[in-house]
């Protein structure tokens, strides 16, 4: 059984179990959402098609992540106007997982998957900028709680496995200040980063 719906002015044909990409839509990591605008449902050699949408069909999923597409660059010149321009867009979406599809030709569903831990804003930490909180990500790590149980030795390989770039950081203080951050303790952390400059004790 599939359907074809409309989400962020697109339209995608989806069938339960399928993860998604759309537009971004404002709800929690976890939380479920109905799409109701659906344009047609198949089950077999049954289809139904709606006038512009079937009225009893819809389609539940569960938010599985938010994220950014990779960068868009835009280059605009115009000759003998010594004009030129460059510019770069990322655009927002919501990753589903299409968990229910429910009409008047039948229901089929899927088990959601257990949720991913929703991230925490890791660049808060004194030292740590968006490249790094990639290297980070890509190794595991998007939570303070993770930050903090991860030891300085296994930051150092990240760091160095990522570039000569890197590898001159110094995380020697980023599971202190994520240990602060995960219980927290906020008033200690401020203290804490307002006596270290670039992650580093002065």
Do not use: C
């Not at 709606?50 to 010149?77: E, N």
């Not at 997982?97 to 831990?117: C, D, R, Y």
């Not at 200040?177 to 401020?190: N, P, T």
């Amino acid at each position: 059984m599939y359907a074809v719906i409309k989400t962020g002015g697109k339209q995608y044909k989806v069938a339960a179990g399928d993860k998604i990409k759309v537009e971004q839509i404002l709800a929690d990591i976890g939380a479920e959402v109905t799409l109701d605008q659906v344009l047609a449902v198949g089950a077999g050699e049954s289809i139904a098609v709606g006038a512009p949408l079937v009225s009893d069909a819809v389609v539940s999923a569960t938010v599985l992540s938010h994220g950014r597409h990779d960068k868009v660059r835009i280059f605009k010149m115009r000759r003998r106007k010594h004009y030129k321009k460059e510019q770069g867009h990322r655009q927002n979406y919501t990753e589903l997982f299409v968990s229910k599809i429910a009409s008047s030709l039948g229901t089929t569903e899927a088990t959601a998957p257990v949720a991913a831990a929703k991230p925490d804003d890791i660049e808060i930490i004194e030292g740590i900028g968006p490249k790094i909180n990639e290297i980070l990500k890509a190794a595991g790590i998007v939570t303070f709680a993770q930050l903090a149980d991860t030891s300085v030795e296994r930051l150092k390989e990240l760091l160095t496995a990522a570039g000569s770039r890197f590898a001159s950081h110094d995380p020697t203080t980023w599971p202190e200040q994520s240990r602060l951050a995960a219980d927290g303790k906020w008033d200690e952390f401020k203290q804490l980063t307002d006596e270290l400059v670039g992650g580093k004790r002065k």
